[in-house]
């Protein structure tokens, strides 16, 4: 089984997304932007799809390890779309 590193061309393209739910109510979405980083990767297939334009959904792989640098702001989106 290959590695295989994943990581940005351009600064700010990497965007991390937490979501935080409680029984009963809508959720609330916090995504993280990143200047750069890295993931390492063990499965090939994930090449088979890429594309540009999208990028890659890392949540779904199987990762050996990673790296996002610089931290830059939150976006909290909070349901009815209100953003803070």
Request: net charge negative.
């Amino acid at each position: 089984m290959g590695k295989y590193k994943i990581s940005t061309k351009e600064k700010n393209q990497i965007v991390e997304t937490e979501f935080y739910y409680k029984q009963g109510y809508d959720s609330v979405k916090i995504n993280t932007s990143y200047r750069s980083g890295w993931v390492i990767a063990t499965e090939k297939e994930i090449l088979n799809d890429y594309n540009p334009k999208v990028g890659i959904d890392v949540r779904s792989l199987e990762l050996e390890d990673h790296s996002f640098l610089d931290g830059r702001g939150d976006d909290i989106e909070f349901p009815g779309n209100k953003n803070i």
